[in-house]
């Protein structure tokens, strides 16, 4: 248990501190998304259980994004679950963007682990450097960098 873990409030005291927005992924097995986020996209976990994780992208030491699991017996009463099944990947049409993550490292690391990468790292016409990564669920997660600056 890393010292984050240990330090992890109250799942009620958590509940009351979050604030703006928030992303939570309805998952088949909390572990191996975990192993995802944190050997794919470097993530910090901040926590995690069988049931529930938070992870969190931090750059500089400060936390750019933070984002939860949840193990779909934890859903057992809420309407989320009726919409996904075991035979489909979930969140279709959404992308998870995560930014200040090297792209290109992050599909080696993809294609090291067998993890299906739907776009290399390319560069873009809206200034940023961008691969498309599944998930174990078939969660998208866009990786990207911005791109220097081109001289005028």
């Not at 994004?65 to 279709?92: C, F, I, K, Q």
């Not at 200040?100 to 739907?118: C, F, G, I």
């Not at 809206?126 to 220097?148: F, K, N, Q, T």
Request: with cysteine; proline share 6%; hydrophobic share 45%.
């Amino acid at each position: 248990m890393s010292s984050s873990e240990r330090d992890f409030p109250s799942g009620e005291d958590y509940g009351r501190s979050l604030k703006g927005f928030g992303i939570n992924l309805l998952v088949r097995d909390v572990a191996r998304t975990v192993a995802f986020s944190r050997d794919i996209l470097l993530a910090e976990i901040a926590t995690a259980d069988k049931d529930f994780a938070v992870l969190r992208h931090r750059v500089n030491g400060q936390i750019l994004a933070e984002w939860m699991l949840h193990a779909d017996g934890t859903y057992h009463s809420n309407p989320l679950l009726s919409l996904v099944s075991a035979d489909h990947p979930r969140g279709a049409g959404v992308e998870l963007r995560l930014y200040h993550l090297d792209p290109d490292a992050a599909v080696a690391r993809a294609e090291a682990l067998d993890y299906v990468v739907l776009a290399e790292a390319a560069d873009k016409p809206h200034g940023m450097r961008e691969a498309y990564i599944l998930d174990p669920d078939g969660y998208c997660w866009v990786v990207s960098l911005p791109l220097p600056r081109k001289p005028i």
